[in-house]
């Protein structure tokens, strides 16, 4: 027997599949007895027995009445010609100094010790979560959303029309298959992921070019689309903030056409530092023209996956219809959790401590871009809201080599060009995005310290 830890109705096991396998055990050889197998191996005879009934049950070996137990004859797969080719290793992730990205969160701000008491709560006194709950999302989840969007964001719907899911790509690539005869129009610059979804699944998409004030109105109407998606509180990533009369002319170009809707993905709009909130564009539909989509991604945590939209009732009839039969893809446990994190005020109150602390970032960045690069160095966009703000440098280096420089004094920063899915040439030149929610204040002093060594001082043109 084997010395290797396995148990030894294990050893047992594995040993008379390899002597088949091998040819040492040939198809009708009869194998010893339970009793003089244990004998000769001085273990007890239910530890043969053990290992006996899982070769029977996977085909190795038949018990036979009066007989014993006998091999099986096992069919050999052919050798392959040639050995499949390994799988290439995922690249690791970059490891920066200083990384700009949008992606991230600072998980010292995550309120560990209530979620995590909230948690075990939840895991000790409801082991019914365990089974399926609705199909859309744990009902008293989408109550606590329905009551939280109204609150703060304006949005009106009963919890009847949200669907909570794994996150906006998820909920997406549901949007894209209800509406896969449709096109949509998708933001340029904008989020390349979302469109990734959409043409993922088979979705035709047009690039409708972004002003100062959000999607122009002009072009998605010669685009040809039934649906626009857009972020109307914080355009990503420029920051625009579409005012009340380009929200009108969207609704107007929504009730214009049957079919046609507009996809308000509100995804940071939690964080707004020097005007009040904007209240949603769904919160003024009067048409039911306004699939909401937003997550709890910035607010909570990337990793958590959980995402909601929030569905006119024609647009709700047509998911049941499709998608009535499909299991929430978010673990009842995390809803659950979710859901009194919410009713007991945690979640406001995280939030305002959020705000806080990233509006001190937002101050803090740009106190030292000015500083090391003066106003007539950088010119900054969006920074009034959400998490990451536009940095036009004025020194006289491209776009490509304020980032290539910058990685190379390992800051990550990425260009606004990788936010174009059409025309890059439009892209106003030397222009960085800068997400600032990862780094405290004084990460980013030095950040941007880092990058006025790397980009150096050149005269502007």
Not at 224 to 229: F, N
Not at 440 to 446: G, I, M, N, V
């Amino acid at each position: 027997m084997r010395g290797d830890g396995a148990p030894l109705y294990r050893q047992i096991y594995h040993h008379i599949v390899e002597e088949i396998a091998s040819g040492g055990l040939a198809a009708g050889e009869k194998l010893p007895s339970k009793r003089r197998l244990a004998a000769d191996l001085r273990v007890s005879v239910s530890t043969v027995e053990t290992a006996y009934q899982m070769l029977v049950a996977e085909g190795y070996i038949a018990a036979r009445a009066k007989s014993g137990f006998t091999v099986c004859r096992i069919e050999k797969l052919d050798a392959p010609v040639r050995p499949a080719p390994a799988a290439p290793p995922e690249p690791p992730a970059k490891r920066w100094a200083y990384d700009f990205g949008t992606g991230s969160v600072d998980t010292a701000l995550f309120p560990f010790k209530t979620w995590a008491r909230i948690q075990r709560e939840t895991v000790t006194a409801h082991p019914e979560l365990l089974n399926h709950g609705s199909r859309q999302g744990d009902a008293s989840l989408r109550a606590a959303i329905a009551k939280y969007l109204h609150a703060y964001r304006g949005v009106v719907c009963a919890p009847e029309q949200i669907v909570v899911g794994a996150g906006i790509e998820y909920l997406v690539g549901l949007l894209a298959r209800l509406f896969c005869a449709s096109t949509f129009a998708v933001e340029n610059p904008g989020y390349p992921r979302t469109a990734q979804v959409l043409r993922n699944n088979g979705v035709r998409t047009v690039f409708v070019p972004v002003d100062g004030d959000g999607m122009t109105l002009d072009a998605l109407q010669a685009g040809g689309a039934q649906l626009a998606y857009v972020t109307p509180s914080h355009q990503f990533p420029t920051g625009a903030t579409m005012p009340i009369a380009r929200r009108t002319e969207l609704l107007r170009w929504a009730g214009a056409a049957p079919g046609r809707y507009v996809v308000e993905d509100d995804y940071d709009s939690e964080f707004r530092y020097d005007t009040r909130p904007i209240p949603s564009l769904q919160g003024l539909d009067q048409a039911g023209r306004v699939i909401y989509v937003s997550t709890f991604s910035k607010s909570m945590a990337p990793s958590m996956r959980i995402g909601y939209m929030v569905l006119p009732v024609p647009v709700l009839e047509m998911y049941r219809a499709e998608y009535g039969v499909y299991s929430s893809t978010v673990s009842r446990f995390e809803q659950q959790t979710l859901c009194r994190f919410m009713e007991e005020g945690h979640f406001a109150r995280h939030l305002n401590r959020l705000r806080s602390a990233c509006r001190a970032r937002r101050d803090a960045l740009l106190e030292a871009l000015y500083a090391a690069f003066g106003r007539d160095g950088v010119a900054v966009r969006g920074s009034h809201t959400g998490l990451h703000l536009l940095a036009a440098v004025h020194n006289g280096m491209t776009e490509r080599e304020l980032v290539e420089a910058a990685a190379r004094a390992g800051v990550h920063v990425n260009g606004l060009s990788a936010y174009y899915m059409e025309h890059p040439e439009d892209c106003p030149p030397a222009t960085v995005v800068l997400g600032y929610s990862d780094m405290d204040e004084r990460a980013l002093r030095a950040a941007v310290d880092a990058l006025r060594c790397a980009w150096g001082a050149r005269p502007s043109e």
